[in-house]
Nanobody, 128 residues
Framework: QLQLVESGGGLVQPGGSLRLSCAASGFTLGNYAIGWFRQAPGKEREGVSCISWGISITNYADSVKGRFTISRDNAKNTVYLQMNSLKPEDTAVYYC?????????????????????WGQGTQVTVSS
């Protein structure tokens, strides 16, 4: 059974950092593109970052460029999202999702419809 489990969320002050983890079981993450998405109350789910299958090109939403970094550790079957300089508007439930052999370019648009295996989400709250 394919499963993704997110962890690392929590409460942090503006300007702080968090590292989210997305651990896979039942499949090998190296064969998949992994996306991070977030959904704030009353808003649609939006793409935050993605790491492509294959040569692991990374892709970031404009709102997080320069602050967030996505990385993959195939040995641990885990993808990370390092979030620095957090802002109150980053507050949301963060989800990771997988898509088999999906290639995403650095400037390509990507959305939830491109991914078919989802984790349960982890809450990130940025507040003083």
């Amino acid at each position: 059974q394919l499963q993704l489990v997110e962890s690392g969320g929590g409460l942090v002050q503006p300007g702080g950092s968090l590292r989210l983890s997305c651990a896979a079981s039942g499949f090998t993450l190296g064969n998949y593109a992994i996306g991070w998405f977030r959904q704030a109350p009353g808003k649609e789910r939006e793409g935050v970052s993605c790491i492509s299958w294959g040569i692991s090109i990374t892709n970031y939403a404009d709102s997080v460029k320069g602050r967030f970094t996505i990385s993959r550790d195939n040995a641990k079957n885990t993808v990370y999202l390092q979030m620095n300089s957090l802002k109150p508007e980053d507050t949301a439930v963060y989800y990771c999702a997988a898509a088999l052999r999906l290639r995403v370019g650095a400037n390509d648009r990507f959305g939830p419809e491109n991914f078919d295996t989802w984790g349960q989400g982890t809450q990130v709250t940025v507040s003083s």
